[in-house]
Each structure stands twice: as structure tokens, then as C-alpha cells.
């Protein structure tokens, strides 16, 4: 069974840009979520996915965004970018509350 | 607020030995925990799931979960330099049908020295 993809793998950005990113789950699997994990806080839930409607999410501003599709494909925008946003965006693919994640979106923002 | 908490190591063993991660959570209705590995660079892996009181093991690993405590552990027996990494431990609290929110602790760094 293929694992998670997600793309792209890297991203250069500056300030004030947006950033559309994409996630592939497990096939069968339709829970996706979404983490930002930087060297400072750590890995932090940014929202999750379920059938096309979104069941939770995290404490991020409105600039942070997603969806999913009929798919079960998700996809995550940032709008406005600032330097901060610049982290590890991982996209987990859930089986009941075990999740599996992607190898992740690299995000650099200048 | 729900927390997760680690002691972010550097945690050093020497090859062969045992290396006991450990972490507590703050929320009494968390439900799900969860030990992940991360190597430098890389996306964090599943190791170990644990649903209930006592220990489970797979292979090298063994969680252990105390839920009176707050506590969930992970040993690694007969650590390998291969095992060093950084160790995530992770906790689901199932509000309203949503599986999908882990917290993360901020890892345990362990290096396994030969």
C-alpha cells in the first residue's frame, strides 16, 4: 500500500505570498490532517479532515486554510505569508486515531 | 490546555543497553497514545500505539501506559545506534468523533553510542 505523499517536498516563498500545499493519504483512509512543526513548538495540529468536512481545528490565525476533496485528497493554504510560517508542514493520514505521516512540505519563507 | 511533556534529553546509552523515554499529559480524557520516531531531516514514524493500562510490546520496544499516573513510557531493549533519533510521544483526546488532533510532546533526543 502506497504511504502518504505530499507535494511539494520544498517551497521558497517571501513575505506577504501565499502557499497552496498538497496531501495524498493511504488509500481507504479518510481522516487527513495537517501539523506545522518548527524548532520551537514542536509539532502543533493545525486541523483535521474527515470527509470532506472539517472536524477540528487548531489554534492558528485564519490565515491558515484547507479542505478536502471527494477524494479524500487534502489540500492546505497559507495566505499572507510571514517569516514565521517558515516550518515543516506534515499532512498525517488517519486510521481511527492512529496516524500515519507524509514525508512533508519544507516551507521557506524570506 | 492540554499538554504533553518530555524531558528533551540528550538521552545517552550505550549500545546494548536500555533507553527509558518517558512522558505525562495533563488532560485525564486523553483516550490514545502513541510513540513516534523522527530522524533528523526526516517525517516522524509510528512506533508503538497504547490503548489501555499495563505494557506492550512489539520486537525491541515495549510502551507502557498508567493512566492513574499520567504516564506513558517506551523502552528500547538492546538499544542500536541505528534507534537514535529523536522520540515523539503523542496523545489523542477524542472530542466530538475527531481522531485526528494528536498533541506532541517536544521529543526526547536519544543517542545510542557504540
Known amino acids: 500500500k502506497a504511504g502518504v505523499t505530499q507535494t511539494p517536498r520544498y517551497l521558497i516563498k517571501t513575505r506577504g505570498q501565499q502557499v497552496t500545499l498538497s496531501c495524498s493519504p493511504i488509500?481507504?483512509?479518510?481522516?487527513v490532517s495537517w501539523y506545522q512543526q518548527t524548532p520551537g513548538q514542536g509539532l502543533q495540529f493545525l486541523f483535521e479532515y474527515f470527509s470532506e468536512t472539517q472536524r477540528n481545528k487548531g489554534n492558528f490565525p485564519g490565515r491558515f486554510s484547507g479542505r478536502q476533496f471527494s477524494n479524500s485528497r487534502s489540500e492546505m493554504n497559507v495566505s499572507t505569508l510571514e517569516l514565521g510560517d517558515s516550518a515543516l508542514y506534515l499532512c498525517a493520514s488517519g486510521s481511527g486515531s492512529t496516524q500515519y505521516f507524509g514525508p512533508g512540505t519544507r516551507l521557506t519563507v524570506l | 490546555q492540554k499538554e504533553v511533556e518530555q524531558n528533551s534529553g540528550p538521552l545517552s546509552v550505550p549500545e546494548g543497553a536500555i533507553a527509558s523515554l518517558n512522558c505525562t499529559y495533563s488532560?485525564?480524557?486523553?483516550?490514545?497514545f502513541f510513540w513516534y520516531r523522527q530522524y533528523s531531516g526526516k517525517s516522524p514514524e509510528l512506533i508503538m500505539s497504547i490503548y489501555s493500562n499495563g505494557d506492550k510490546e512489539d520486537g525491541r520496544f515495549t510502551a507502557q501506559l498508567n493512566k492513574a499516573s499520567q504516564y506513558v513510557s517506551l523502552l528500547i531493549r538492546d538499544s542500536q545506534p541505528s534507534d537514535s533519533a529523536t522520540y515523539l510521544c503523542a496523545v489523542n483526546v477524542n472530542y466530538g468523533g475527531s481522531q485526528g488532533n494528536l498533541i506532541f510532546g517536544k521529543g526526547t533526543k536519544l543517542s545510542v553510542k557504540p
Open positions: 488532560d485525564r480524557g486523553s483516550q490514545s
Open positions: 488509500s481507504g483512509h479518510r481522516s
